[in-house]
């Protein structure tokens, strides 16, 4: 898979996650294995410039964190130019374009899903970086802002035209938030709309045969994984053996889970701190207690968390509290274990809906 002049590992991408797709996430995510290309949590492209210290942040990565693309937003063209010429100079891979974020803060300034309703003006902002960069300039984009307007077809051969080197689509409008199903024909449409680049589709891949389907009935080169990885990190790794070979891997044990957990806590203890880190990660865990089986117990207590030693004690009364749902060899009992997950343009038209993907609390809420 090529975005431009970059050649990239496989088709799979990790989906920018304000708040979630930090350096730690992203190096557990890596070191399972299969993925193509991770980007950050997005970036205000004039805090760049002002080398705030949280812009700053979000953009950390090591040598283990390659290859990188930052995704911006703003709307004034110079800033954006400049902020993506200064990740250019520090050595990021690509850089990608906010342009599906419904969230007023950033639509309110002309950035985000604002963008999709200003085709020429934003045709201009993106030839700009384009014209000024050497690194790959990507857009990420909804289908538009609601059903009578799906501007994304339009949009995508607009951007393609300035010499952009990918499009990422998630296949609902501004309006339906995260709700209802994934349209894949939305994201058909912006695959044919365009001539050469590749589409990138996204949205509720949770498992490798969503990804299959997302690939086989849309004709997207690649698909980005967002809230798929939360739940399931190795899916990477998972999807690429299974679009490679028809097999589908077991699912992760406890143990494992429990070990990749540990150690994303432990990198996130490395890159902000004892205290920091873990408070960060009273947010984290509970998505991986989310296949756990029961974990009231553990979610209840890992909410509070705020030292390693701590961490840990939860840990271990929770395996403790957890004893009671297991058989005797040590496996959940049927009755105990968490239903499939299964994506919501997998479901049966009038089937209870099974494994329904969360979208956090909190103030990504809006997402
Ligand atoms: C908590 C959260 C934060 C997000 N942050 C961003 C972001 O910074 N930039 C962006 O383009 N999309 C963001 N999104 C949207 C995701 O990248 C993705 O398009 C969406 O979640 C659908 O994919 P999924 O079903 O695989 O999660 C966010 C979504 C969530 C749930």
């Given amino acids: 898979m090529r975005i431009g002049p970059l050649s990239l590992p496989s088709n799979l991408f990790l989906s920018p996650l304000a708040g979630y797709t930090n350096l730690p996430f992203r ?73 599906g974020c419904p969230v007023r803060k950033v639509c ?9 309703t200003e085709l020429d003006k934003t045709a201009r902002l993106v030839k700009e970086m384009v014209d000024a960069l050497k690194i790959p300039v990507t857009a990420k984009m909804r289908l538009g802002w609601d059903d009578q307007n799906i501007t994304a077809p339009d949009l995508a051969r607009a951007l393609e035209g300035v ?32 001539e050469r680049i590749p589409v990138i589709g996204n949205g509720d891949v949770t498992t490798p045969q969503a990804a299959k389907k997302m690939l086989n009935e849309t004709g997207c080169s690649g698909v980005s994984i967002g809230r798929g990885a939360f739940y399931n990190p190795w899916i990477f790794l998972q999807t690429l053996h299974y679009l490679g070979t028809g097999e589908l891997l077991p699912e992760a044990s406890f143990e494992e889970r429990v070990r ?39 979610n209840k207590h890992v909410v509070l968390v705020s030292s390693r030693a701590q961490f840990h004690e939860i840990l271990t009364n929770y395996r403790l509290w957890r004893a009671q749902f297991l058989d005797n060899e040590g496996e959940l009992m049927p009755r105990f274990r968490p239903p499939p997950m299964v994506a919501s343009f997998m479901q049966e038209a009038n089937a209870a809906p099974v494994g329904r993907v969360h979208v956090p609390k909190g103030p990504v809420e809006v997402w």
């Avoid at 309110?108 to 999709?116: I, L, P, Q």
């Avoid at 890159?271 to 991986?288: I, S």
Wanted: proline share 3%; aromatic share 6%.
């Fill in 27 to 99: 190096l557990t995510i890596r070191e399972l294995g299969g993925i193509g290309l991770a980007t950050t949590d997005l970036v205000n492209a004039r805090s760049l410039l002002e080398k705030n210290h949280k812009a700053l942040k979000l953009i950390e990565t090591c040598p283990a964190d390659r290859p990188l693309a930052v995704q911006l937003f703003g709307s004034v063209a110079e800033e954006m130019r400049d902020a993506a010429l200064f990740l250019e100079s520090q050595g990021i891979a690509s850089v990608d374009i906010n342009m």
């Fill in 108 to 116: 309110r300034v002309g950035g985000g899903s604002a963008m999709m």
């Fill in 163 to 194: 010499g952009v080197a990918a499009i990422f689509v998630h296949g609902r409008t501004r309006e339906q938030g995260f709700s209802g199903t994934i349209n894949l024909g939305g994201i058909r449409a912006v695959v044919q709309a365009i």
């Fill in 260 to 298: 990749v957990m540990c150690r994303h806590l432990e990198r996130m203890i490395e890159v902000f701190g004892e205290e920091h880190g873990c408070r960060m990660f009273r947010k984290v865990a509970p998505w991986y207690a989310k296949r756990f089986g029961p974990a009231n117990e553990f």
